[in-house]
C-alpha cells in the first residue's frame, strides 16, 4: 500500500492517534475511506467516458475508410498540354 509497510502504517497510525485523539480517529479514518471511494467513482467515470470516446473516433474513422471513394471531375479528365512552340 503506497509502498509503506507495517511499521511506518503503525507509526502514521499512533501519530494520528496522539494529535487526533481516540474519539476522533474513527470519524476521520470512515471520512477518508468515503472520499477515497468518490475519487475512484469518478475516476472510473471518467475512464468509461474516455473509453466511449475512443471507441466513437475508431467507428467513424472505419466507416470513412470503407465508404466508396469519389473521384472529382479534375481527376477524371486528361489535363490539356497547351500547344505553344517557341
Do not use: C, W, Y
Amino acid at each position: 500500500m503506497f509502498g509503506l509497510g507495517f511499521g511506518e502504517l503503525m507509526v502514521i497510525f499512533l501519530i494520528a492517534l496522539i494529535f487526533i485523539g481516540p474519539k476522533k480517529l474513527p470519524e476521520l479514518a470512515k471520512g477518508l475511506g468515503k472520499g477515497l471511494r468518490e475519487f475512484q467513482n469518478a475516476t472510473k467515470g471518467f475512464s468509461e467516458q474516455l473509453d466511449q470516446a475512443k471507441r466513437e473516433i475508431t467507428d467513424a474513422a472505419h466507416s470513412v475508410d470503407t465508404a466508396p471513394h469519389e473521384t472529382s471531375s479534375a481527376e477524371t479528365q486528361p489535363e490539356k498540354k497547351s500547344d505553344t512552340h517557341t
